[in-house]
């Protein structure tokens, strides 16, 4: 079975830009968590969605927002990008998202902001 | 909220053991995650523990202590393909989140 899938790989944006990041879940998988990794630390939670709901936020500005699909897939948007947005974008599913349910990254999408 | 320490970096020989800890203070503790990340690559998951006790799984065992706080991960018969980050991840009750530590890098010397 295919793991978590991530689209960009890569994305080079300016100050001031919006950016939207896509990720397709491990098939049966119905919920989805984005995280924000900066180099040397660990990742930061954004967004949980389960069944099209925004279940959990995160400490991050209104700038950032996501949805999710009826197919679970999900987008994650960033408007007004910051230099300090440049960052490493991870997806993670789960079965249900419940907090025993073990999450499984995707490869991730490197936002580089000039 | 939470607060997740675990040291910065640790060395170790090749075929020999390293003991990574992890300490937490959490409101809403239900688990604790252990994950390996090589450089620019996604975290894999590697362990879970919400029960007091060791669990073990090939040349990787994890331990967790609820009443302390406090969780290591022992990695044995290190090999080269070992060294990367691994990082600590606490399991919210009510949030559904995992909340990460910094990460712990690893580094095998032949």
């Known amino acids: 079975d295919a793991g978590v899938t991530q689209s960009p790989t890569h994305l080079i944006k300016t100050r001031g830009q919006q950016v939207t990041l896509r990720c397709s879940p491990i098939?049966?998988?119905?919920?989805v968590s984005w995280y924000q990794q900066v180099l040397g630390q660990g990742p930061q939670f954004i967004f949980q969605?389960?069944?099209?709901?925004?279940?959990g936020r995160g400490n991050f500005p209104d700038r950032f927002s996501a949805r999710q699909f009826p197919n679970y897939s999900s987008e994650l948007n960033v408007n007004a990008l910051l230099l300090g947005d440049s960052a490493l974008y991870l997806c993670?599913?789960?079965?249900?998202?419940?907090?025993?349910?073990?999450?499984?990254f995707g490869p991730g999408t490197r936002l580089t902001v000039l | 909220g939470q607060n997740i320490d675990q040291p910065t970096e640790m060395t170790a020989t090749e075929g020999a053991i390293v003991q990574i800890n992890c300490t937490y203070q959490?409101?809403?503790?239900?688990?604790l995650f252990w994950y390996q990340q090589h450089a620019g690559e996604a975290p894999t998951f590697l362990s879970y523990?919400?029960?007091?006790g060791l669990e073990e799984k090939g040349r990787f065992s994890s331990f967790l202590s609820r009443s302390k706080g406090y969780s290591y991960l022992l990695l044995k018969e290190l090999q080269m393909k070992d060294s990367a980050s691994y990082l600590c991840?606490?399991?919210?009750?009510?949030?559904?989140?995992?909340?990460f530590g910094a990460g712990t890098t690893v580094t095998v010397r032949a």
């Open positions: 993670a599913s789960s079965l249900v998202g419940q907090s025993t349910d073990t999450q499984y």
């Open positions: 098939s049966g998988h119905k919920s």
């Open positions: 969605y389960y069944e099209k709901e925004e279940r």
């Open positions: 959490t409101s809403g503790f239900n688990g």
């Open positions: 523990n919400v029960l007091d």
């Open positions: 991840a606490v399991s919210d009750l009510v949030d559904y989140k995992l909340s």
